[in-house]
C-alpha cells in the first residue's frame, strides 16, 4: 500500500485572534506545519497546538514566513539573502525550542505564504533557504512545492525533500499555484479538492487546466487550515485517499525517515 501524507498548516492565531479549527485538523491531517511568529502564531499558541500535535500522533514542522504579521504573510518582500537565511534559523529554532518543552521534535519545514509563492520561482531565494534549515539540522525534511525552485534547492543542498500538492489551490499552466488575487485561484468544494488530489496522486503528476501533465514526485496534501471548508476538505480528501488504497502517514514515514 503505497503511503502519502496529508498535512495542514496551523497554530496561525495569536494572542485572543483566533483562526481556523486546529483541533479537529489534528484529528484528520498526518503532520502539522506551525506558524513560528512572523506571520502568525505567539509562544502560547506555538506551546499548545505543538503539545495538541503530539497527543494525536502528528508530526510538527515549522512554518517560517516573511515578517509580515498585518499582511498574514502574503505579502511579497524583497529582503538580502543572508537575512532570509538568519530569518529562517530563527524561526526553526523558535519552534525547535517549543517543541522540546513539550517532549517532541521538528521534523520538517515548510515555508508559507509569499515567502513560498517567491522562492517556488526563484533558485536563489530558494537555496538561502534551504541554506538556512540544512544549517540548523540538514535532516529536516524540506516540504516544497512539487516540482519547484524550492525542490531542487532541497535536493541540491541534500535536504530530504518531500514534493507536496494542494488540495484547495488551483494550478496554472506552468504547473504552479494560481496567485490569490486571481478568480477560482481557491477550491472551496471538498468533492472538487479530492477529485484535484486523486488525479494528481494516481498519476504522480501535476495536470494543468489544459490537461498537460507535469511529472514530479509527490510526498503530501495540503489543505490551508484558515479557510471555512477546511476540515469537510481535509475530511474528504483523507476519504477518497483511503478508498482508493493509500496509506496514509505521517511525513517522516512516508520519506522513509525513523
Partial sequence: MEKINLNADMGE???????????????IIGSANIACGYHAGDPLVMSDVTRA???KGVSVGAH???PDLQGFGRRKMHLPLPELEAMMVYQI??????????????????PHGALNN????????????????????????MLATAGSCLCKAGLELGLPTAGEIFADRTYDENG???????????IHDPEQSADQILSFVEEGKI???SGKRIDTP?????????????????????????????????????????
Avoid: W
Avoid at 13 to 26: K, Q, T
Avoid at 118 to 136: N, T
Avoid at 229 to 248: T, Y
Fill in 64 to 66: 517560517p514566513a516573511f
Fill in 218 to 258: 509527490i510526498h503530501s496534501v495540503c489543505v490551508h487550515g484558515d479557510t471555512a471548508e477546511a476540515v469537510a476538505i481535509a475530511r474528504r480528501v483523507k476519504e477518497r485517499l483511503e478508498q482508493a488504497g493509500f496509506e496514509l502517514a505521517q511525513l517522516p514515514e512516508v520519506m522513509g525517515i525513523s
Fill in 118 to 141: 517567491m522562492a517556488a520561482v526563484d533558485m536563489e531565494m530558494s537555496l538561502a533557504i534551504a541554506r538556512g534549515i540544512a544549517a540548523v539540522d540538514p535532516s529536516l525534511i
Fill in 207 to 209: 495536470i494543468t487546466p
Fill in 93 to 110: 529554532g523558535a519552534l525547535m525550542a517549543v517543541a522540546k518543552s513539550q517532549g517532541t521534535k521538528v521534523t520538517h519545514v515548510k
Fill in 176 to 186: 504552479n499555484l494560481t496567485p490569490r488575487s486571481e478568480p477560482h485561484a481557491v
Fill in 53 to 55: 500535535a503530539k497527543d
Fill in 13 to 27: 492565531g495569536f494572542g485572543m485572534y483566533s483562526i481556523g479549527n486546529d483541533a479537529a485538523m489534528l484529528d
